[in-house]
């Protein structure tokens, strides 16, 4: 839409996901298994990659913890697909990984992107997470009324920044840190340089 764009990446037994090789794509496990993003002006996540904490990909639920994996990724579920009228828009997919089981969809409809989960299970000791954005912090970060600085967290029914709202359906808290982080290119693929990259970043589960 003119103001908004919204994104869902989901694989199924029919495509290859994505690959690592060569260095390169060393943490993108997560990345094809619900990834999703949203963006008003185009640089939400401009320069992230080396700060990202690639287990809370925005849009995915997965543990806190990125699998190693070389060659082409494949998702050996059938029941993945989407649908839209060039207008609105729906995905669902159903998420089968040695590390976590889930349904998911995704419905879009004028200027809202409802994200719905269920029947989430995990063979993983590490905690599970639904995240509903990792994104650059700009302006404000706001959780219920509390307007958070950098290091600080907290817990909310409601969350707004950078010109969006993110509200839990069901009445759980969502969790909201404000933080500045630094990476390094080389953890994302060994041909990048070494050095820091800062962000302040707003993670949103």
Known sequence: RPAVYYSVKATSSRTVGTESGHGENLLGYWSPLGCSFVLRRGDEYDGLPPVWDWSR??????PATVPHFEGLLRHNQRFVGGVSDAGNGLMAMQLNTPQVRARKAWFFYGD????????????????????????????????GTKVLSDGMEAKAPGCWHDGFHYASLDGQE????RSRRS???????RALGAGAVEAEVALIT
């Open 57 to 62: 990909l925005p849009g995915t639920t997965a």
């Open 183 to 189: 990476g390094v290119g080389q953890r994302i693929n």
């Open 174 to 177: 969502l969790s909201v840190r």
């Open 112 to 143: 809202a992107m409802v994200a719905l989960g269920c029947a989430i299970q995990s063979s993983s000791a590490e905690l599970v997470a639904t995240t509903l954005n990792q994104a650059r912090v700009r302006g404000r970060v706001v959780a």
